[in-house]
């Protein structure tokens, strides 16, 4: 009893204490699986992210130097395009401490591509974040901060650098803000580029960026120098269809892609159609070959008088006045011994050769911006007669060079390709034309060079044929005659053809070094020769003054003036 | 003298030491194996996994951290992080140890006069503080400088747990619910001034969750997380740091590069990482060594990784809880508990942070985090913790007692 009473708070506390354990328990209980929730979520948010991710790592694990796009590099490994971590400015408007009046005239001292106005209308508004200049150079960043705004931010973000500026620029392309491929081979390999299995592996081009560079600076030259309003090149490996340059004037520069103009951004080489007019003679003369038109090629056909179809007249520039055998059609470069041929080879199997080098199709290449070659509807009489000598039929500097590889390297037709092919999966090809007829295309394409109007063209050593291409611009209702087309499609060297160069100038105005003549032969011929003179080295063709293509036989047959004879 | 004793005395004699099973051997009467036994060896267990992953982790941050707070001027070396940490490490661990081993008494005596000398330092912050990122949080000078609220953490809530604790345990009348509300309050006004916001809802809501275990009412507790919520909606009407944090979140509002740059890194290396040192998305995160730790682990070694963080701070609170079901004394119930809530609501908060679950506050990742307050401080709460759940194996349960 006494003990009870003495210690009545010690009983209530026991009495407190039996009363609570279950309370505490529970709440004890509760506590736990409210944090365990907690964990729940973050588990399942962790698994959310896992899924959404895909659960791959970006970057490929072990390897921190794979990029997030792969190079691009041409045949020899040389960069073309590359992804580097560049810097953008950017600002926090609404966090911006200096006095906008002062910021930014500062502002528009270090980056004028926007006024004083502009910038203070951004300073001015309570945006959160502006990007005031999405690719900067590290000095520039450094000047901006020099500033001393706080609400400065400067990011890094991956960019595609072209470390080479516009070489190659209509062959590669650009990407756009978001690094996607737009346009060129980055749109085409955008897959290849952001692989991750791959993208460590830069893409080899089939272009050699030396005779690209070579192509480009002679193109330039002689644009500038004959105020074309433009002008493409091509370099072809005839045993591969490899395009070894392929450039389009004026070009741009595709680390600044959005301030070129429409114009430069045009592709002439693989967009432009243009009547190509004489180069298309050795085709023809190949084709009538093949077919049997031209059984002898010492054969003459009269030249005497234009030749009159119809309401159609067909005459020679350089009028000979005299039957024409065929090296003589060619070196004079006669149209109407060629219409003439045309019209025996008649509109069916000149229609098959032109088909069987694709004058029908787009280029057969990587590119997509290539367009369909203009084929004329109805093969009248005429048009197999005026086609025969490249007119009223409009193909693409490409084409041409594609049908000048297959007339010289043994009559094999191949698609063409922007990749570096291994030498085991270079394509089979299609024969067009027979061995023989190719060996004497080649006696004939240097003939030309040695004798005719592609004289200019020749490279000491480099054994160079081909042939001159003079046309006039179609307009509306016929031709423009001070408007040219000059191209000059050749070969080299010519005892073992393995190179195409086709030149093409637009609207060339001759000089007073040309006499004033804005043809072919003096505008786009002396390009290949020194284009030829600057690229045979490089590509390991050995100049030789003994070695060349034997044309003795083809030079007898061409008629001298008795003056000129020895 | 039994034949064991003999044995043992020969040994010393040829030795001139024991082996060490013999400290901790079941037999062994000494102040080690009397811990050894007493100890939740499971939460030790857990707790030294934890650091293990700590140091291999800031081991992985510690480079890109070095690279972001280098100079012209003065580089940091690239483990400079994990040497200073190592440091913090050797320091806090044996805190914790001894912390550990102190009889339940003193252990609590030491937290209530560790309570009363950092709310005296926190007191003093705003007159004697430095000013680091816009927020008065640090005093001292040098290597001596420390973060008095990270201190204050686990002493408070052993002196909130023993107030509580007295209405059970002295005079159920006492009014020790407004008494832990006014300390809590004046606490909650110090850290809002530096401003720190993110250890002001640690500490309400630890306050509120120990509230909730010692068995205040229903209505009570309904009450307090209404407050809370009002609280929570205060700040954001009222309280600019929070305004800004809460908008940057919910609407995506102003500048989400952080945030987005640590959601990156987080599942750049996807399920399994991109493997330790090959991390590159580290190199833009703010505070990779800190704050957004998470992410540094979650890039270089994989969401499984991240997975097995939440899970083993989630062991962490099962294992303390669940010991605390069969624990008599009000007092240690309320004590571990708030301890161990402190260290799950801290982590948690963190994760969802850097999963962008939660608008960004400046919160460390208990043991993974760098930091030297964090670590001590932390050291001293998990030895305070594991100081409450000690129990004398040889007693199974408290009803035998009652």
Known sequence: ?566 | MNMEATVVKASIAKTGRRPLGDYIGRSHQGPLSEWFWEIDRVLLLLVTILISIGLIAVAAASPAAAERYSGDSFQFQQLHYFYRQIIWFSVGIPIMLVISTMPKELAKRFALAGAVCFFVLLVFVPFLGNEVNGARRWIGYGMATLQPSEFLKPFFIVAIAWLLSLRVTQDHTLPVVPATAIVTGVIALLLMRQPDFGQTVIFGSVWIVMLMISGVSTKLLGGLSALGVGGLAAAYFFYPVATTRINNFLFADGDSYQVDNAMRTLTNGGFFGTGPGDGEMKYRLPEPHTDYIFSVIGEEFGLVACFAIALLFGAIVVRVFVKLINEENIFYVLAAAGLATQFAIQALINMAVNLDMAPSKGMTLPFISYGGSSIIALSIGFGLLLAFTRRNPHLPALDKRL
């Open chain 1, 1 to 566: 009893m006494s003990r009870l009473e003495a210690k009545p708070a010690e009983v209530r506390k026991v009495s407190l204490r039996r009363e609570m354990q279950p309370i505490v328990q529970q709440r004890l209980m509760i506590v736990m699986l409210l944090l365990l929730f907690g964990v729940v979520a973050v588990t399942v948010r962790i698994g959310w992210l896992t899924v959404s991710s895909g659960g791959e790592a970006y970057a490929a694990s072990g390897d921190t130097t794979l990029p997030p796009r792969a190079d691009i590099v041409d045949r020899n490994g040389v960069t073309l395009a590359r992804t580097i971590d560049a810097w953008s400015i950017a600002i926090h408007p609404d966090r911006a401490i200096s006095a906008p009046e002062e910021l930014a005239p500062r502002l528009q001292a270090l980056m004028p591509e926007r006024s004083v106005e502009d910038y203070l209308d951004i300073l001015n508004s309570d945006r959160p974040f502006v990007y005031l200049r999405r690719r900067a150079l590290p000095e520039l960043v450094a000047q901006v901060n020099a500033l001393g705004e706080p609400a400065m931010e400067y990011l890094r973000e991956p960019e595609r650098l072209y470390p080479q500026t516009n070489l190659a620029a209509h062959v590669l392309g650009w990407v756009n803000l978001d690094g996607e491929g737009v346009t060129g081979m980055e749109a085409v390999l955008e897959e290849r580029l952001m692989d991750p299995e791959q993208r460590g592996e830069p893409v080899a081009l089939s272009v050699d960026s030396r005779v690209q560079a070579a192509v480009q600076s002679e193109l330039a030259t002689a644009m500038r120098r004959f105020n074309a309003i433009g002008a493409a090149g091509i370099v072809l490996d005839v045993h591969t269809g490899e395009l070894l340059a392929l450039t389009s004037l004026p070009n741009f520069n595709p680390n600044a892609a959005n301030r070129s103009s429409d114009h430069a951004r045009f592709n002439q080489a693989t967009m432009g159609f243009y009547e190509l007019g004489s180069t298309f003679k050795p085709i023809t003369m190949a084709a009538a070959i093949e077919e049997g038109v031209v059984t002898d090629i010492s054969r003459r056909y009269n030249a005497e008088e234009p030749l009159e179809i119809g309401r159609f007249t067909i005459s020679d520039d350089h009028p000979q006045r005299r039957y024409l055998n065929v090296p003589e059609t060619l070196v004079h470069s006669s149209n109407i011994v060629t219409a003439r041929i045309a019209d025996q080879l008649g509109a069916e199997r000149m229609q098959a050769v032109f088909r069987e080098l694709h004058f029908d199709d787009p280029v057969e290449f990587e590119l997509p911006v290539r367009g369909r070659p203009i084929w004329p509807e109805y093969w009248a009489r005429t048009t197999i007669m005026t086609a025969g000598y490249g007119h009223g039929i409009a193909i693409t500097p490409l084409h041409l060079a594609n049908s000048y590889a297959t007339l010289v390297n043994g009559g094999v037709y191949r698609p063409l390709t922007l990749m570096r092919l291994p030498s085991d999966a270079v394509p089979e090809g299609e024969r067009v034309f027979s061995e023989t007829t190719s060996d004497q295309m080649r006696g004939l394409l240097r003939l030309i060079v040695q004798e005719g109007t592609g004289r200019n063209a020749d490279a000491d050593g480099y054994r160079v044929g081909g042939k001159t291409g003079t046309a006039e611009k179609a307009s509306e209702g016929g031709y423009r005659r001070n408007a040219l087309i000059s191209t000059f499609a050749a070969a080299f060297p010519m005892d073992d053809p393995q190179y195409v160069i086709v030149i093409m100038l637009n609207e060339p105005r001759g000089d007073a070094g040309t006499g004033g003549a804005s043809t072919a032969g003096w505008t786009a011929a002396p390009v290949v020769s020194r284009v030829v003179s600057r690229i045979g080295p490089l590509l390991g063709v050995i100049p030789s003054e003994t070695r060349d293509i034997d044309t003795a036989n083809l030079r007898a047959m061409l008629w001298r003036a008795p003056s000129e004879r020895s």
